[in-house]
């Protein structure tokens, strides 16, 4: 039986060991059935969307960025590699940098659940940033609150600036503002949050002691 005769199947199983894109690229070019069996479940590495998400972490984090995409791009479905896809596209890691398209695949990943997909959005649409998304202070905050509402660390630190400034239509609000901070200082977000909180625990002691 010749390389390019072999049954189909037989070459998604070839597939299913092959795990770098430029080898699997060369035997997709060999015929229609590579090509075919190439694009089939049984031809992935691991099978599942995160087993996929994980193989393509592992080329990014060892700098092989050019390989990254394409996994990620096959782990359907994974929540992580939709984010991280779109941290590719939003810094030119591995691809050409596209912030639409970061901005796309972020909100994918928001939908699904993803807290720092949520953070990246909210601040592309509170300050604008390269994006060509026009600044919405009104979505932002809107994301912000969602994005805190699903883990975040940093969402609540933005939001208690927010409260406490009383900018961007929203009341300033002193005690809704320390509650953002000390969210953020359970999360870890760190020693600038942790300055809030004792600085507005001292405001608000004074103001209720007048």
């Known amino acids: 039986m010749s390389f390019d005769g072999i049954p189909e199947n037989v070459a ?21 059935v590579w090509r075919d069996a190439e694009k089939s479940d049984v031809s992935l590495p691991g099978g599942s969307p995160r087993a996929l998400y994980k193989l393509g972490k592992g080329l990014y984090d060892a700098g092989k960025w050019k390989r990254v995409i394409y996994w990620w791009r096959k782990a ?23 912030r639409r398209k970061a901005v796309k695949w972020w909100e994918k990943a928001s939908g699904c659940g993803h807290a720092d997909a949520t953070y990246r959005l909210a601040n592309y649409y509170f300050y604008g940033l390269y994006s060509r998304v026009e600044p919405n202070a009104a979505k932002a905050i809107e994301l912000y609150v969602k994005a805190a509402e699903q883990g975040s660390e940093f969402a609540p630190y933005e939001l208690g600036n927010i409260y406490y400034s009383g900018e961007y239509g929203v009341a300033d609000n002193k005690t809704e ?15 600038f949050a942790l300055r809030w909180v004792e600085e507005l625990e001292d405001e608000l ?6």
């Open 12 to 32: 998604a199983v070839v597939f299913s060991h092959v795990t770098d894109p430029r080898d699997r690229i060369r035997l997709a070019a060999v015929s229609k």
């Open 76 to 98: 359907i479905g994974d929540v992580h590699a939709m984010y991280w896809i779109g941290r590719c596209y939003n810094s030119g890691t591995g691809v050409k940098v596209d």
């Open 177 to 191: 503002a320390l509650k953002c901070f000390r969210v953020a200082v359970e999360r870890g977000y760190g020693t």
């Open 205 to 210: 002691a004074e103001e209720a002691a007048a």
